[in-house]
């Protein structure tokens, strides 16, 4: 019986943990096809990152409502960092994990965090770079 309540509370333990875990295994060009977006290119690590994905995570909702997408490409190289991280923060939103960083030399991403914005063709038409109160005012819907 001891054993059996031991087993349920680690299974209950393990999935708790992962409540948040939003890694998604897909190419960026299928999450945001057709939609407007805001992509977020960061890694857990990075302070200015860890404020950006904070900051966007808690627009989400809003976001959603009106039809756009926010997706982060994290570039952690251990997912186990990656998935701290967003427990941590209860990061909500979607994200690729790019440990091999092919994202970055195809949006020619030199600086993190940066952030994209696309329309729904998938033509980029803003670009912020770093993370501060001047970007924090420029993300508007």
């Known amino acids: 019986m001891l054993k059996k309540i031991f087993i349920l509370i680690a299974i209950f333990s393990f999935s708790a943990t992962l409540a948040f875990a939003t890694i998604i295994d897909q190419k960026l060009e299928q999450v945001t096809a057709n939609?407007?977006?805001?992509?977020?290119?960061?890694a857990s690590w990075s302070k200015p990152?860890?404020?950006?994905?904070i900051y966007l995570n808690s627009l989400l909702p809003a976001f959603e409502k009106k039809g756009y997408k926010?997706?982060?490409?994290?570039?952690?190289?251990k997912a186990q960092d990656l998935t701290k991280f967003i427990n941590e923060?209860?990061?909500?939103?979607?994200?690729i994990h790019d440990k091999k960083l092919?994202?970055?030399k195809e949006y020619k991403v030199l600086i993190i965090p940066t952030l994209l914005v696309m329309d729904r063709s998938g033509k980029i038409t803003a670009t912020y770079i770093?993370?501060?109160?001047?970007?924090?005012?420029s993300i508007r819907i």
């Open 35 to 42: 939609n407007n977006s805001f992509i977020c290119f960061f």
């Open 49 to 53: 990152c860890q404020e950006e994905m």
């Open 70 to 77: 926010i997706v982060g490409v994290s570039l952690d190289r």
């Open 89 to 95: 923060n209860k990061i909500e939103i979607p994200i």
């Open 102 to 104: 092919k994202t970055i």
């Open 130 to 137: 770093d993370f501060d109160q001047n970007i924090k005012k």
